[in-house]
């Protein structure tokens, strides 16, 4: 159906409004509001009726119905005070007053139109995010669309979709999506969630698309939508704090700190197979040629799993901007759809056909003239967006007219294309002539502000108070296609403003290339400064978005600030790659720029550095240790103790995660637990030579500093940024003093201490070493000889490491539940040992690498390959630190060796004898009784073998009679059978 009007024309096929045959820019909402009001415009409208029409089943606001009201009344030249269309009738509603014909629309080039009855129901918020490349051209892009609803529709009934929309600028990318959304919100119950990629040239927010489309998909689905945002996705919750209150916005801080690529990515997966199990949900994002590395990965790990139905995502992009930059896209879409992974959707230009199909649907009723379609091919060469910038430029110079259901056309084609320029940025250059000097300015200013912007940044860069840049914004969006409205906005400062948009990213590029250098710098700089203001305390959220004004505006010193706060905020979001990124940038200008900053900011930068390579290339990263050393030496020359320090215990995290304790030991030497900062570095340095005495076989001293970090506050939690992994200190100080207990001969205490760390790490504020917990626990269970058991929680420690995303214990998990499955006899077991072993490595840890190769040699002399298991052992030897300290397992490692050879044919039974008793010597050096214990049964088991007596009865006999715990232990158990009937 199509109104009528005076000079407008409201399509409800097209869902467009027309002034004089020119379509109008307008959001959704308020398109609804009108479309509704005319479809009605023979009785009055409650305003309860519109609120139920246009937000069904959503609580809104009279305010937010008063707001479209006014939009549309802008969109039409009225006002509250001429009331010349819309009537408000106090207290009661709306009529449309004005003088109403009505016709209907012609059909669809694919002969399936659809009367919606001016009303798109379903169609979402989020759409406004989209802005209109070229309204209402649908023509010649029937196979395209058809083959959009196609994919939906498999989408839904068989497999999640990924589509690239891809083409050059002006292609009509976006009214494609658009056109598709509308007639599938038309027809189905759907959510649909768009996020828009914004040119940050090289300082990309992480996950800003994908957070901007679940932003607005939350607020549009409520109370449901939170809830499962922070039952499946809290870290991405975490990110969008407008959505829960104060007190639960901390509780998720603690919850998701420490998160990882990993783990941002299995949260979004889980969280959309749980908003497909409402309804199917279609994911735009816009401009991915202009995403993070972040975005890219997640578009990548969509595409890759196998996941149940109901969900498309459909991705717009230009290939060769993506080439031009070198970006991650490129070798996705590439890769992707090569593998059948995603489809392309490719749109090339229009032919002449469809051409005249164009401007037969703009202007219905009357043949194209070929002289017409003619000259627009030849100048426009079929780019949507150029022919309709030809055409209104024609049209308003009086060029060619339609008069009556009639064209005129007064001078021959080959007229009309002459003094024409050739390209669409000078077509819009021609477009730009027709606005007067200040709008010009207005709109020059608009182009550093960005594609979207808030009319207070507008107002920064010019001589204009914001309420008279507001306004004069606000005629232009009426007026031309140049700007479009985007609704309001509150800062934290309590600014409330308009904002705006460019109708497509050509009108900004256009404009901001004819800026001058120096007059950009003036521009982006009185940008930053007042965006900074408005965010106020909030500012680190919007960080990047700061740093790409004070980078362009030349503001070393603010632009170092603020990427040093978007690296921060990467690492939160689990985007290392950004971080990295946005940390180079700022070092790098500070080395170019001396004295930018100060040294101050310097080393809070590089405080950032060793997470982001650690994150990015695990333990053994090149180059890990000299970011160490740089911030280190940094910290020493400001005398930021604290800082130091902290510093200090994360390299020596770092060397023990590399399996160099000595160094890790040294490093702690020299630093000290003394600080002003407190028990938080307190608690961390006794947590880290906890570890530290315990892979060095000084159990007594690793539970010495175990108890004293308790001792200090079992409360305190360090900043994840720079503790080990964000693990929590006090859990720490239980974990490793726990296993030095059981190898001191206390197996109850170490099973009750890691039991106890366990419970520790549940607090929600700790929960991130929850899996760390679980891992020393099975490892306990592991040393006491309890398969089951360390089965049980290896497995469970598996499903909290992915849900973490902590990936070093999701790799130690896997090692333990293989080795108790091999114990068990339970298939596959040595398979998962053996995968658990190569995710280890693959992370550049070598810590307790040994004790893992002991652990795969048991299995296989438990399957009766004692060859094979002996060079497992001989590896592990190998492994060995060395020096003046023995390595925790190493007589174990020593008894294992005697059993295999033992159990291997012919028997070196003196070699066997000696790597026994080597074991108890190393054993008895390091106070570790439960070693003792075993190297003490096997060689009375050696001399059962024998036929001959020896003194390793007495010797078991003296170390069983030791124990004062654990008496129903396996070991303890097996003691006192072999000592009955031993001979």
């Known amino acids: 159906m199509i109104y009528r009007f005076d000079e407008y024309e409201v399509d409800t096929r ?74 408000t009738v106090h207290g009661r509603g709306y009529r449309f007053v004005g003088d109403v014909s009505t016709r209907e629309a012609p059909a669809m080039a694919s002969g399936k139109a659809k009367d919606t009855g001016g009303a798109m129901t379903r169609l979402p918020d989020g759409l406004a995010t989209l802005s209109p490349e070229a309204p209402g051209i649908v023509t010649g892009r029937t196979g395209e669309h058809q083959r959009l609803v196609e994919l939906y529709r498999e989408a839904v009934h068989g497999t999640p979709k990924i589509v690239f929309v891809s083409g050059e600028p002006g292609i009509g990318k976006t009214t494609l999506v658009r056109t598709f959304l509308s007639t599938i919100t038309a027809e189905d119950e759907v959510m649909v969630a768009c996020g828009q990629c914004i040119d940050y040239r090289g300082t990309a927010e992480a996950y800003m698309p994908v957070l901007e489309a679940f932003g607005a998909l939350a607020r549009q689905g409520g109370k449901p939508v939170i809830d499962l945002l922070a039952q499946r996705a809290p870290s991405w919750l975490r990110q969008l704090p407008w959505l829960v209150s104060a007190e639960e916005l901390e509780r998720l801080n603690a919850q998701t700190a420490g998160a990882t690529p990993e783990r941002m990515l299995r949260e979004m997966l889980e969280l959309l197979d749980g908003l497909v199990v409402r309804a199917p949900l279609i994911l735009v994002l816009e401009d991915v040629h202009w995403s993070d590395n972040a975005t890219v990965d997640l578009i990548d790990a969509i595409a890759r799993r196998e996941a149940g139905a109901g969900l498309m995502v459909i991705v717009t992009c230009r290939p060769a901007d993506a080439a031009t930059r070198h970006h991650p896209l490129t070798g996705l879409h590439r890769d992707l759809c090569g593998r059948g992974y995603a489809s392309d959707i490719a749109l090339s230009r229009l032919d002449e056909d469809a051409i005249a199909a164009y401007v037969q649907e703009r202007f219905p009723g009357c043949p194209c003239p070929p002289a017409l379609t003619d000259a627009l091919l030849r100048r426009t060469q079929g780019n949507p967006l150029f022919m309709e910038r030809v055409l209104d430029h024609w049209l308003a110079t009086g060029a060619i007219a339609h008069v009556d259901g009639a064209w005129t056309i007064p001078a021959p084609s080959a007229d009309l294309t002459a003094g024409l320029p050739d390209s669409l940025r000078d077509v819009i250059e021609l477009q730009l002539d027709a606005v007067d000097e200040e709008e010009r300015e207005l709109l020059a200013i608009a182009s550093t502000a960005g594609l979207e912007f808030p009319a207070l940044a507008v107002a920064a860069g010019s001589h204009l108070a914001e309420e008279d840049v507001e306004t004069k914004l606000a005629t232009l969006a009426r007026r031309h296609a140049i700007l479009e409205e985007r609704g309001e906005e509150e800062f934290p400062d309590g600014t409330i403003c308009s904002r705006f948009a460019f109708g497509h990213e050509l009108y900004r590029e256009v404009l901001y290339d004819a800026i001058p250098a120096g007059r950009q710098a003036r521009i982006h ?246 899996a760390s917990a679980n891992t020393h626990l099975a490892r306990v269970h592991q040393l006491r000889r309890e398969p089951r058991q360390a089965r049980e929680v290896a497995a469970r420690t598996a499903l909290l490491a992915q849900e973490f995303g902590v990936v070093y214990h999701a790799a130690v998990a896997f090692i333990l539940q293989g080795w108790s499955e091999c114990m068990l006899g339970i298939p596959g077991g040595f398979e998962r040992l053996e995968e658990g072993m190569q995710r280890h490595t693959e992370q550049g840890a070598e810590l307790d690498r040994p004790y893992f190769l002991a652990l795969q040699a048991e299995a296989l002399l438990s399957a009766g390959q004692p060859a094979e298991a002996l060079a497992r052992l001989d590896e592990a030897l190998r492994w060995l630190p060395g020096g003046e300290t023995y390595y925790y397992h190493e007589a174990e490692i020593h008894r294992l060796s005697g059993e295999c050879a033992l159990a291997a044919d012919k028997a070196d039974l003196r070699g066997v004898r000696q790597a026994l008793e080597t074991a108890i010597a190393i054993a008895r050096e390091q106070g570790a009784l439960s070693l003792v214990l075993r190297a003490a049964m096997s060689l009375v088991r050696l001399e059962e073998h024998e036929g001959a007596g020896g003194p390793a009865r007495e010797t078991l006999e003296a170390v069983l009679a030791s124990f004062d715990e654990g008496f129903d232990t396996a070991d303890l158990v097996d003691a006192r059978t072999l000592l009955a009937i031993a001979p």
């Open 525 to 770: 700089r009185a940008i930053g400064d007042r965006l900074s203001d408005a965010y106020g305390a909030a500012a680190p959220a919007h960080a990047a978005e700061l740093a790409m004004h004070f980078l362009r505006g030349r503001s070393a010193g603010r632009a170092c600030e603020q990427l040093g706060h978007a690296a921060s905020q990467a690492l939160v979001r689990g985007a290392p790659r950004e971080a990295i990124v946005h940390l180079s940038r700022a070092l790098d200008l500070i080395h170019q720029t001396p004295g930018v900053g100060g040294d101050a900011l310097e080393l809070g930068l590089r405080t950032l550095v060793p997470s982001a390579i650690i994150a990015t290339q695990g333990f053994a990263a090149p180059g890990l240790e000299a970011a160490y050393e740089e911030a280190l030496v940094l910290a020493k020359q400001l005398g930021d103790e604290t800082t130091r320090l902290s510093l200090a215990y994360s390299l020596a995290a770092v060397l023990e995660y590399r399996g160099q304790h000595k160094q890790a030991y040294d490093v702690l030497s020299r630093a000290s637990a003394d600080t002003g900062d407190g028990e938080r570095l307190a608690v961390e340095y006794h947590a880290l030579l906890s570890c530290t005495h315990f892979h060095r076989s000084s159990f007594a001293q690793s539970v010495d500093h175990g108890d004293s970090g308790l001792a200090l506050d079992a409360s305190t939690r360090a900043d994840p940024r720079y503790a080990a992994l964000g693990e929590d200190p006090g859990v720490g100080c239980h974990e490793w003093s726990s296993l030095a207990l059981w190898f001191l001969g206390y197996p109850d205490r170490s099973l009750d201490r890691a039991r106890a760390a366990v419970r520790l790490a549940s607090a929600p504020e700790r929960a991130y070493s929850l």
């Open 14 to 87: 097209l869902f467009e409004i027309r002034a004089r045959g020119v379509p109008c820019p307008v959001e959704p909402q308020v398109y609804e509001v009108l479309a509704y009001l005319l479809a009605h415009h023979d009785r009055l409208v409650t305003k309860e009726e519109l609120l139920d029409h246009v937000w069904p089943e959503r609580y809104i606001t009279e305010a937010a119905l008063n707001s479209r009201m006014m939009a549309a009344r802008k969109v039409l030249g009225d006002n509250g005070r001429a009331q010349r269309y819309i009537k």
